[in-house]
């Protein structure tokens, strides 16, 4: 019987306060350095795969990104982050599996791909075959991909649920010979609120 991810993820998100989240961020620094290394127009296309409770949307459309893109499995999330974006426009969101899709399969061409602790909890081949799958499709030529995820040698759970631990090489591998590597580091990310600490890999990857 397959695990309802949909499930949990509805039920993490239903009855933890989003400051208590084992990922969350007050102010993802990281992430968007990368972003604006990217040097994106304003009207380029951001895919945020897997967003949660992520403080990112807003931030992009405080810096004036007009065509923001939020995806996740829970309906829940996307409820929560509706009503703290309700006064934000040009933000469309979308419910689906990135595993097993069915609206995002009619995405647009993408210009940026943000995956910030969603493609590690995917550790069955098939998810990661699906999710590569969907993202090569949908990346156009010159698009970027972000992907921060868990570090080898970092956690090995988290949620409740077994996680993926990468490296470069992993995600080269996932994304194939069209996507280049422009940069990776690691990092060590410190809870605002408890300060536990984990290790993870950021990579920024353009297609040829």
């Given amino acids: 019987m397959e695990y309802n991810f949909k499930g949990h993820w509805d039920n993490t998100y239903k009855n933890t306060p989003k400051e208590e989240l084992g ?11 990368l972003i604006d290394k990217c040097h994106l127009s304003k009207d380029s296309l951001i895919f945020n795969a897997g967003a949660g409770c992520s403080i990112l949307i807003q931030l992009l459309s405080e810096k004036g ?23 934000t426009k040009n933000i469309n969101f979308i419910v689906d599996d990135l595993t ?3 609206e995002l399969k009619n995405l647009k061409m993408i210009d940026l791909w943000h995956d910030r602790a969603v493609l590690h909890f995917f550790t069955d081949k098939n998810q990661q075959y699906n999710y590569f799958d969907l993202l090569k499709r949908k990346v156009k030529s010159r698009g970027y991909v972000i992907f921060s995820e868990f570090a080898v040698g970092g956690a090995n759970k988290c949620c ?19 996507f280049k590597l422009l940069e990776s580091f690691n990092f060590e990310y410190k809870h605002p609120t408890n300060g536990n600490k984990r290790k993870y890999i950021y990579t920024l990857f353009r297609r040829n």
């Fill in 23 to 33: 990922w969350f961020e007050d102010n993802p620094v990281p992430t968007t350095e």
């Fill in 100 to 102: 097993n899709p069915k």
């Fill in 65 to 87: 990104y007009r065509n923001i893109l939020v995806n996740d499995i829970s309906s829940t999330a996307i409820q929560n982050l509706k009503k703290q974006l309700s006064t």
């Fill in 160 to 178: 409740g649920l077994e996680v993926v631990n990468y490296n470069e090489e992993m995600f080269k591998e996932g994304l194939g010979d069209d």
